[in-house]
């Protein structure tokens, strides 16, 4: 990534992040094709993996320093269970 990261730029990821693990545990909306469903969980699935990856200008630092991954990793898990 080109971009540099700040300490408010990588809060704003991670809240982001958290939007994605809300959308992974919510229920299937009554009025939602399963097709769309999965679609929307799958999104937010590799949406979540992606900025597991996000780099320092460096190329090879992890911005990701204290943030706790714990829900993360369970809806990345959660997620993929309803669309695989």
């Known amino acids: 990534m080109d971009e540099h990261y700040t300490t408010d730029k990588i809060a704003q990821v991670f809240s982001a ?3 994605s693990v809300v959308e992974i545990n919510k229920s299937k909306p ?3 094709t399963d097709a769309v469903y999965k679609e929307r969980i799958k999104r937010n699935v590799e949406h979540l993996e992606v ?3 996000f780099k320092k200008e460096d190329e090879t630092t ?7 991954f714990t829900d993360i990793n369970a809806a990345i898990t959660a ?3 309803k669309y695989e």
């Open 17 to 19: 992040a958290g939007d």
């Open 30 to 32: 009554s009025g939602e």
């Open 51 to 53: 900025i597991k990856t």
């Open 62 to 68: 992890s911005i990701w320093t204290t943030e706790d």
């Open 79 to 81: 997620g993929k269970a």
